[in-house]
């Protein structure tokens, strides 16, 4: 430990020092296609440096993000990336590595905080001026394993809760984040530009987070992998509150093994037990999971998986690929079972309820922490900024934050109430109890519908979504790509127990290793669908 703290006391000596700049680009990877693994493998064999990785994603930010296709994923660069990138290139030049993500950019979304010279504004104008010159906790844990905070990427305004009719994607700071399969459709939200900056190379790996759904939707919609953790497992310290039972950050990348290097480094319990999960702090948790070196030809054998069938009948292309999905986990040894509801009616209501009331507390409390520089400091403030702004309700209205702000913060027997019936209903009652009667180690669902069309008239249009049952409990989540539809990707969610990150990675490992790769986004203007 004193070793890794004396390593980033060196790297941050260095952090002001000027650097000259590199008179090309490395061509050694493609950042469309490069992981985590590529790039770890490159920096160590010397095939490219720590700069000319940074270089690279900072040139493709330019040409794509305003640019080109103009994918509006990113909000703001870091000033000090390339600095940084030198700093690390000297400790690996003297055979010394802060850690497993030494030299790694990453892009974080705008509602978490940096000690960097980029805002946290959670897409909102309210907070352009959000200079917190602090690391949110996760943040700090990826610094210290050498990771390159890169930029902040644009997210749904408010991750996604602040009008009924909102827009996936769309934030007042940002506008409107484009899919990078087809730039006429949406990317989902709202981690809509972490999703977007991993599927079109802007960077190998990023940050989300989620709510309900928020990590899950867009990753499906843009062909990535992401993890949900189970609520606690990662520290929401620094991060712009929705509700603190629910909310919870994971990684978004390429591929399952990327999502997991990260969720290593960024999980550290929350002692605070924000869940009020049992058996808490978890003891000897990991998610990595012991695979053999050689993989058995029905690797799944004895595993029982509950397929959430209230998530079918709504798509059928979707619905097709599902039951390919579910004929090739029979045929690696899974046995299926069918599983047609888990949440009790009642249970989405008593959440947002839960909701609208953390919501009033937990951001109440994070404005009223910000200096003078923010231009709010308080729910009303925000509310009565946004009225008078020129631009914040220019396509949807603001009205979970008027409800949040009629919210009585003392009606602790209400809140109890709703925030009792949530849980005991979606876990004893919900996923536990079908897990324990059914003997299932996890649930499988279509993940989500193919993006729809950016539609700033009448908002969002889901068809399905299968993220509530383990956002609600506070459980954990996978979404890994399932196939394509009219050149579009969808994904398969794993979701199971609380801690059980590890038995979601097993299998989603060995599916992603059998199963077909999807295309990678070919940035269309054209939408193939109108095509027939």
């Not at 506070?474 to 196939?483: A, E, Q």
Request: net charge negative; glycine share 8%; with cysteine.
């Amino acid at each position: 430990m004193r070793k890794a703290l004396l390593l980033l006391s060196l790297l941050f000596s260095l952090y002001a020092c000027d650097a000259q700049e590199s008179d090309s680009i490395s061509t050694a990877f493609d950042p469309m296609e490069a992981t985590v693994v590529d790039l770890q493998r490159g920096l160590d064999s010397a095939d490219f440096t720590v700069r000319e990785v940074v270089e690279t994603y900072l040139q493709r930010i330019e040409a794509l993000n305003k640019k080109g296709p103009q994918l509006n994923a990113v909000l703001s660069v870091n000033p000090a990336a390339l600095r940084i990138a030198d700093s690390l290139d000297l400790l690996l030049s003297r055979g010394q590595k802060l850690g497993p993500l030494h030299g790694i950019p990453i892009i974080l979304k705008d509602n978490i905080e940096t000690l960097d010279s980029m805002p946290t504004t959670a897409g909102s104008r309210a907070l352009a001026q959000n200079f917190v010159k602090r690391d949110a906790p996760l943040v700090a844990r990826l610094r210290a394993a050498g990771a390159i905070i890169l930029a902040k990427a644009n997210l749904s305004e408010w991750a996604n809760f602040r009008g009924e009719n909102s827009i996936s994607g769309w934030s007042g700071l940002g506008g409107f984040t484009r899919n990078p399969y087809v730039l006429s459709r949406n990317p989902c939200g709202s981690s809509s530009g972490s999703a977007v900056v991993v599927a079109a190379g802007l960077a190998p790996v990023a940050i989300g987070t989620e709510t309900n759904g928020s990590i899950i939707c867009p990753s499906q919609t843009n062909g990535i992998v992401g993890i949900k953790p189970t609520v606690g497992m990662v520290p929401g310290e620094g991060i712009i509150p929705i509700a603190w039972s629910q909310d919870v950050a994971g990684p978004m990348a390429k591929t399952v093994e990327d999502a997991l290097i990260v969720l290593e480094v960024i999980a550290d319990p929350d002692p605070h037990n924000p869940a009020r999960l049992k058996n808490w702090p978890p003891q000897n948790w990991q998610a990595r999971p012991s695979l053999p070196a050689i993989i058995p030809e029905k690797p799944l054998l004895g595993k029982r998986i509950g397929v959430f069938t209230n998530a079918q009948g709504k798509d059928a292309q979707v619905d097709t690929l599902f039951k390919k999905a579910q004929s090739e986990l029979e045929a690696l040894g899974a046995s299926l079972v069918e599983v047609p509801e888990i949440l009790a009616t009642g249970t989405n209501y008593a959440s947002y309820r839960v909701m609208l009331y953390e919501y009033q507390v937990g951001l109440n409390r994070y404005l009223n922490s910000l200096d003078s520089q923010a231009y709010v400091h308080s729910i009303p403030e925000l509310i009565e900024f946004n009225k008078s702004d020129s631009l914040e309700l220019r396509w949807f209205g603001q009205e979970y934050l008027e409800l949040a702000a009629g919210i009585d913060s003392t009606d602790l027997k209400s809140y109890r109430y709703n925030l009792q019936m949530m849980q005991v209903n979606s876990r004893e009652k919900g996923i536990d109890l079908i897990m324990d009667s059914l003997k299932l180690d996890l649930f499988i669902a279509p993940s989500g519908s193919p993006a729809w069309m950016i539609d700033p008239i009448n908002g969002d249009h889901y068809i399905l979504s299968s993220a509530s049952p383990a956002a609600i409990s506070g459980y954990p989540n996978l979404s890994l790509p399932m196939g394509m539809v009219e050149g579009l990707p969808v994904g398969i969610s794993l979701f199971g127990r609380a801690l059980e990150e590890q038995k979601l990675i097993e299998v989603a490992l060995i599916y992603e290793k059998f199963s077909a790769r999807i295309s990678p986004p070919q940035f269309l203007n054209e939408d193939p669908a109108l095509k027939n």
